[in-house]
Structure formats: C-alpha cells, structure tokens
C-alpha cells in the first residue's frame, strides 16, 4: 500500500514536472534568443544552445518516465526542488528528507550512467571512439591538446599499440594511450564525452547537450581511415558536426 501511494504521487508529479520542464525551457529559449540578438552572436550559435536546452528536456522526460514506477522518490524529489510538492508531503511519503538534487543534476546523472552503459556495451565486442571536450574538468590528456574544442581518442581490447591500464567505470575511462609513439595515460570523465562510435559496425550515440557550445554536431564524418587500423588518437575532421536529436545511428 505504502508503495502504491508512493507510484501514485510520483504520477502526479511527473504530470506537473513535464509542463514545468516544458514552460521553463520555453522561457530560456525566448531569454537567450534575445540575449544573443543583443551580443551579436550568430544565428548558428545561438541554434546550437536552443538544439541542446531542446534535447536536454527531452531527456529530463525520458528519465522520469522510467522513474516514476522504478524509483518514485527521486521524481518526487524533483518536484520537491521545483517547488512542486512540500517537503512535508514528501517526509510523509517516504519517511526520510529529500535531497537537494536539482533536475539540472539529475539530467547529469542520468547522462553519466547512460554514457557507461553504452560504452560497456560497445567496448565488448569493438573499439570504440570516444569525441569528447578536452577542456572539462577531469579531462587528462596531452597538453598539446588541452584547448581544442573537440578530441577523439581510441579505446578498446586488443588494440595496437595495446591500450595499457584500460578501465572504466561509472566515473569514466582512462588508460595510457600512444601519441606520436610517447605514452600517456589519459583520464576521462564522462562528462566530456558527447559521441560514442563503434569503430568496426559505425554505430554511434550522441548527447549534443554534452558537446562544447562552439562545436555544432551533426553528423560525424568518419576520418578516411577508418577502415584500416586505426591510431589512438584521431585528428579531428575538419567540418563542424550537429545533430539536434538523441539517437542512434544505424
């Protein structure tokens, strides 16, 4: 009975969450479209960050309808942060406080963890390429390649010259890959990454809300290489890449 009322609050919460999402998204859009007017920004620019606040509440949505039956108390605890149920109710509900979580954090997580299980699930039977902004927090690469706005490195089983230290976790992957035949062992947390490709099947996933503002994301264009074996690190292609929806690529 306790978790029935608990599922039937969390119901009604995401009935007030997703317009909420909604009106909030629609009001930044309209904020940033008029600010970016008045700075000057181009219209491509300022496309790119409406694609990805777009994509980002789509998410926001995706999540919560998977939650409202698997873990209820979270979407309440989003409702708690948006100001859309007291902490009262919630305390009665589940007998502890909420968490301070915000939908911007919880959007984070959920991001995070997806990112490790696609990865998981690609690294089993492929290398796989990881498009990442090196200039994130965490981020250890070579220095030469601190302020690009866009890094492609190669992670796998078997790989050669071997991927030594290879491992990863829900934080993220690190490992000591070759650059220019000098080791280095690179860290990188899945908050840098925004594209996952399969480097022998081509199957791709993409989160554009992760990418760098100044780097559009489209499509990737696959380096001529591709086919044969391939360094661990890839110089980036030349075209810019944008892709306005999640999805994977077939």
Not at 106 to 122: D, G, L, P, Q, T
Request: glycine share 4%; aromatic share 8%; charged share 25%.
């Amino acid at each position: 009975m306790v978790l029935e009322n608990q599922k039937h609050a969390a119901r009604e919460m995401f009935a007030l969450l997703i317009p909420f999402t909604a009106d909030q998204t629609l009001s930044w859009i309209s904020e940033q479209i008029e600010l970016g007017r008045k700075s000057g920004e181009s219209a491509t620019t300022i496309y790119s960050e409406v694609v990805g606040k777009v994509v980002h509440s789509e998410r926001v949505a995706e999540a919560l309808v998977h939650l409202v039956e698997t873990d209820p108390a979270v979407v309440c605890e989003l409702a708690v942060a948006s100001e859309l149920m007291t902490k009262d109710k919630f305390r009665v509900l589940f007998a502890q406080e909420p968490s301070e979580r915000s939908l911007e954090e919880f959007v984070n997580i959920h991001a995070r963890e997806e990112k490790y299980r696609v990865f998981s699930e690609m690294v089993a039977d492929q290398p796989v390429l990881l498009h990442l902004d090196p200039r994130k927090t965490g981020v250890k690469v070579p220095s030469s390649f601190g302020t690009q706005d866009r890094l492609v490195l190669r992670f796998g089983h078997e790989l050669m010259p071997p991927c030594d230290n290879f491992m990863y976790n829900a934080r993220g992957v690190e490992a000591t890959l070759s650059f220019g035949g000098q080791p280095f062992h690179c860290e990188i947390p899945w908050d840098a990454v925004f594209i996952l490709v399969g480097s022998q099947d081509g199957d791709m996933k993409v989160w554009s809300e992760s990418a760098p503002r100044d780097l559009q994301v489209e499509k990737v264009e696959e380096p001529e290489s591709m086919q044969a074996p391939l360094p661990q690190h890839i110089p980036p292609t030349t075209k810019d890449t944008h892709v306005p929806h999640l999805k994977l690529v077939e």
